[in-house]
């Protein structure tokens, strides 16, 4: 039997972005490993465009050209991080993430010409809405309901590299490809880029 991959495609951040959000998570009241169950490596940060599962390798080549098709009409575009938000019920979610905000409009396009490209090679888009967002963590156990408005320490600027990062405006940038990403389970970082498609100039 040969052997499979489980993949997906998304959306790479940028270092300075990825930096920016882990500087959030660590300004956490409570620090977000007793909040949470699981944490998602700063290095794993992505905007999930398709979710495809378990597939052989010999289709990776099949799914890098499907990519390509996808995004040969779509310009780079850009994005900027927005505000948390969870899944799940308020007093025990599923997921921590962070959003986005800007030209959300060719993001929401982009996804259509990706799962339209996929579809035709056997894999079928979820049925709910897409949601585009950074997953940060997962699981919540800590007590009572969660706090999403106060679980950030005030930061005023002391003259330290994470309270000067807190005090800048959220970040943007611009999104110029997609990747296809392998999931490496129990390993850190878990995702490995193993294709990608460069949005056209």
């Known amino acids: 039997m040969e052997q499979q991959w489980r993949v997906f495609i998304a959306i790479p ?21 007793q909040l949470f169950k699981r944490i998602t490596d700063p290095r794993d940060y992505h905007i999930t465009v398709q979710f495809l599962g378990d597939v052989e390798i010999s289709r990776i080549a099949e799914i890098e050209a499907r990519m390509q098709l996808a995004v040969q009409r779509l ?16 007093d025990a979610p599923k997921v921590l993430w962070y959003g986005t905000q800007g030209n959300l409009q060719v993001l929401t396009e982009l996804h259509h010409h990706v ?26 156990r800590g007590e009572g309901e969660f706090d999403l408005i106060g679980m950030e320490r005030v930061i005023t600027g002391g003259g ?40 056209a100039p």
């Not at 959000?21 to 300004?27: E, F, T």
């Open 13 to 33: 951040l940028p270092e300075e972005v990825k930096k920016w959000i882990q500087v959030r998570m660590n300004s956490f009241v409570i620090p977000t490993n």
């Open 160 to 199: 330290h590299d994470e309270d000067l990062v807190l005090t800048l405006s959220r970040p943007e940038w611009q999104v110029d490809r997609i990747v296809l990403y392998r999931t490496r389970m129990g390993q850190r970082p878990m995702y490995e880029v193993v294709a990608e498609a460069l949005l």
């Open 115 to 140: 799962t339209a490209q996929m579809h035709m090679s056997g894999f079928l888009p979820e049925d709910r809405a897409y949601h585009p967002h950074i997953t940060t963590a997962r699981q919540y």
């Open 75 to 90: 310009s780079p575009f850009w994005l900027q991080l927005s505000e948390w938000d969870t899944f799940g019920r308020r």
